[in-house]
């Protein structure tokens, strides 16, 4: 499976991450409510998104959104921990900036990136913080199943607890 395809809907975008996306991507992602129910609330601060930012790269699954009508970047997400046996890949790391909230840009974008892992893998994987509610019931919007929680190590902190959802097949 390529990790970093690239995707068009019928709203949004997905290319691989680019060093040169860092500004556009920062400004995106400024916004102090898009990480309040995160489990690293600070990440719209420079120096703690530069960590975010740099991991992304180095992941080789990180993806760049943009909204398809003005190309404007709008947020990312990426593929991580893909596995041939069980056949599964994880969707996650997703943010989109506030202007953007509400559910089309979010089910097109889900849509894109679910649809292009079932082609590839039996199962998709979603890791959501146990406090992120707004992530939670967008995941539950788009039929994704809640297989219950487990612990996550994360390389900022000390291990946060998630709630695991799955999607087994494709998105209409």
């Not at 959104?65 to 190309?71: A, F, H, M, V």
């Not at 990426?78 to 056949?87: L, M, V």
């Not at 559910?103 to 979603?126: C, E, I, P, Q």
Request: net charge positive.
């Amino acid at each position: 499976m390529n990790l970093q395809p690239t995707l068009t809907g019928e709203l949004v975008e997905l290319s691989p991450l680019r060093a040169e996306d860092y500004a556009a991507l920062l400004a995106a992602a400024s916004d102090p409510l898009i990480w309040e129910m995160h489990p690293q609330p600070d990440r719209y601060q420079p120096d703690v998104f530069r960590k975010f930012f740099d991991e992304a790269l180095l992941s080789g699954g990180a993806l760049v959104i943009r909204e398809r009508k003005n190309g404007s970047v709008i947020g990312s997400s990426r593929f991580y921990d893909f596995s041939a046996q069980p056949s599964s890949v994880i969707i996650g790391y997703t943010f989109l900036a506030r202007g953007y909230w509400g559910g089309v840009f979010n089910r097109d974008l889900k849509k894109l990136m679910v649809n292009y892992a079932l082609a590839s893998v039996k199962t998709a994987y979603f890791q959501v913080g146990v406090k992120n509610l707004r992530s939670q019931a967008a995941m539950l919007k788009i039929g994704a199943i809640n297989t219950g929680v487990q612990e996550i190590a994360v390389s900022y902190a000390p291990p946060k607890k998630s709630y695991i959802f799955k999607i087994e097949s494709p998105l209409n």
